[in-house]
């Protein structure tokens, strides 16, 4: 599988906190340890490998630290493309107690130079993928003129496309297989509200209307997913959580699952319902997280 998106550097900072700044209102932070990984599409990258798929990711990152150190974690780096003049997306998260009190970014939303998205375009010409997964987090590498050239060519080549997508770009996901917005994305493109199972279902068929998809899976937080798929028939699966933690990088785990699900001959609510289930072992855990085909396969036994 190809991933193409907004690569990440997630950092975590780890300590306690003791006392209350003298200078200013603020918790002071004792450091225990810090800890990296990657994030966005490359949590989506991590997401799948964990599950058992072999996998590929392409991207950007800024000359840089942060860009060296996602580089060095790769197996496999020649889908990683340094950009001049711009910094690796960094995402520094302060933790406390097991409690996230600050997050600090470092980046950049202006779209990738085209020159690069010729190289990234050059790069995905040359292999067959079984499925690409488009993860957009509004930084710059998923663009029009980069979808303007992918699209066509998966089309060409039947290879089914899988988008956790950003509203600014929803018009140009068209055609493709997944899309997986959550509840807020969605009631912005449909401009109403996304809360009862009703206005939901509604929200969907606008999707259906205004772009080429199969299937929508709709992510709602603490109410599960609404699932739709391409006959507009809708089902509701309600969050299996037992704790949550943190949410950070669900979304992620949900487009990893359900994908991977799809191209293993799984029927839509059935990838829906291991997207579910693969949230929910995710969000009890801290920080960016993946799950693991043992820890799905055990939850669903359970």
């Not at 699900?261 to 072992?281: D, K, M, T, V």
């Amino acid at each position: 599988m190809l991933v193409v998106g907004d690569i990440m550097l997630d950092r975590y900072t780890w300590g306690t906190v003791e006392r209350i700044s003298p200078e200013a209102p603020v918790p002071v932070v004792h450091v225990r340890r810090d800890t990296l990984c990657l994030g966005g599409a490359g949590n989506v990258y991590h997401n799948l490998k964990s599950l058992g798929s072999f996998s590929v990711l392409l991207g950007t990152v800024g000359e840089d630290e942060s860009g060296k150190w996602i580089k060095n974690s790769l197996d496999y780096k020649e889908g990683i493309f340094t950009t001049k003049n711009r910094p690796t997306t960094t995402k520094t998260r302060i933790i406390a107690h097991q409690q996230q009190i600050l997050r600090v970014d470092e980046e950049v939303n202006e779209s990738i130079p085209k020159e690069t998205n010729k190289k990234m375009l050059k790069f995905l010409q040359k292999e067959d993928y079984d499925g690409i997964v488009i993860s957009d987090y509004n930084k710059g590498v998923v663009n029009e003129h980069f979808l303007n050239g992918l699209l066509p060519l998966a089309r060409k080549r039947d290879i089914p496309v899988f988008v956790d997508p950003k509203i600014n770009n929803i018009s140009l996901f068209s055609p493709i297989t997944l899309m997986t917005p959550n509840h807020f994305e969605t009631a912005a493109m449909v401009n109403h509200p996304c809360k009862k199972d009703e206005e939901v279902e509604k929200a969907g068929m606008e999707i259906f209307s205004q772009i080429s998809v199969k299937y929508l899976i709709i992510k709602r937080g603490k109410k599960g997913m609404t699932v739709i798929d391409k006959n507009k028939q809708a089902a509701h699966i309600p969050t299996i959580a037992k704790e949550v933690y943190d949410v950070t990088g669900a979304g992620d785990t949900v487009i990893a699952t359900a994908s991977l699900a799809l191209l293993s001959g799984a029927s839509i609510q059935e990838a829906a319902f291991l997207a579910n289930s693969a949230a929910g072992i995710v969000v009890g855990k801290i920080g960016t997280a993946v799950v693991t085909h043992e820890e799905l396969s055990n939850l669903i036994k359970e």
